[in-house]
């Protein structure tokens, strides 16, 4: 079953600054929020998740901000490239959908739309891509197929949001 997404006011977006990764990000408020969680092999600074909207409802859409340090001259776009050659290397069935750039950010950003599955279950995600200084910042925004036009503005919301 698909949940329908209902646009959320600024008001109930909920700012989050991880201390010793020093970025910022906006989330709905009502989603449970994890600090420093480690997933597989991945460290997650910042992890916010949406609560079930009923026994029906399977997937609980996400959003979450890995950091890592990369060369401090490398631009936003090879830093997409490096990553899009990584991805299928960890994501099983990786298909690439799309890429573009973030308008009206506070910090520039380019993004990748793509699906893949985990423990059995497909997923779309769109991940958008920061740098500052020495480090590289990937936001993820993950969801059902069936469900992530309806989160689509919201995950740009997030994204625009995003401040390293």
Known sequence: MALAFQPLQAASMKSYTHGTEGFTLKYPSEWEAREDVTYELFKIPFLAIRPLAGENDTYRENVNVVTEKVAP?????????????????????????????????????????????????????????????????????????EGFDGYWDLFQAMGKSFKP
Request: proline residues 5%; positive net charge; hydrophobic residues 30%.
């Open 73 to 145: 001259k490398m631009s936003l776009e090879v830093y997409l490239k490096a990553n899009l050659k990584e991805m299928p290397k960890g994501l099983q069935s990786f298909k690439k959908i799309g890429t573009g750039t973030l308008s009206g950010g506070k910090t520039p950003s380019e993004y990748l739309i793509y699906s893949h599955k985990s423990q059995g279950i497909k997923m779309k995600a769109v991940v958008f891509f920061y740098r500052k200084g020495p480090k590289g910042y990937s936001v993820t925004c993950t969801s059902t197929p």
